[in-house]
């Protein structure tokens, strides 16, 4: 069982930066690595994804240009690289893994994709 646990966040001005971390308790280099966000009333929505092999990472629109996915496989550990943050970017930040499938070299998309989650970190980005 893979845990999850998210750091990084917190409180950031309007065009400010933030990376978030995200360490696993075990070994995530065969998995694939997500980000989602979850604002206040609001569903659970995919930010980024990279596969287990690194290459072309996946992101949302709104997200693009802006955040970068990056992971290090000797750390076991996933970053995202948050730029230009605008305040509809506030919410809680949670890191998830695909251990379901292994080298899995599919899209990534959805939160479905996913079946190991963390706990999140909030993200508040002010005006």
């Known amino acids: 069982q893979v845990q999850l646990v998210e750091s990084g966040g917190g409180l950031v001005q309007v065009g400010g930066s933030l990376r978030l971390s995200c360490a696993a308790s075990?070994?995530?280099?065969?998995?694939?690595m997500g980000w989602f966000r979850q604002a206040p009333g609001k569903e659970r929505e995919f930010v980024a994804a990279?596969?287990?092999?690194?290459?072309?990472?996946f992101y949302v629109d709104s997200v693009r240009d802006r955040f970068t996915i990056s992971r290090d496989n000797a750390k076991n550990t996933v970053y995202l690289q948050m730029n230009s943050l605008k305040p509809e970017d506030t919410a809680v930040y949670y890191c998830?893994?695909?251990?379901?499938?292994?080298?899995?070299?599919?899209?990534?998309?959805?939160?479905?994709?996913?079946?190991?989650w963390g706990q999140g970190t909030q993200v508040t980005v002010s005006s």
């Open positions: 998830a893994a695909d251990t379901l499938r292994p080298y899995f070299t599919g899209t990534y998309s959805k939160a479905a994709d996913f079946s190991s």
């Open positions: 075990g070994r995530t280099s065969k998995y694939g």
């Open positions: 990279i596969r287990w092999s690194g290459g072309s990472p």
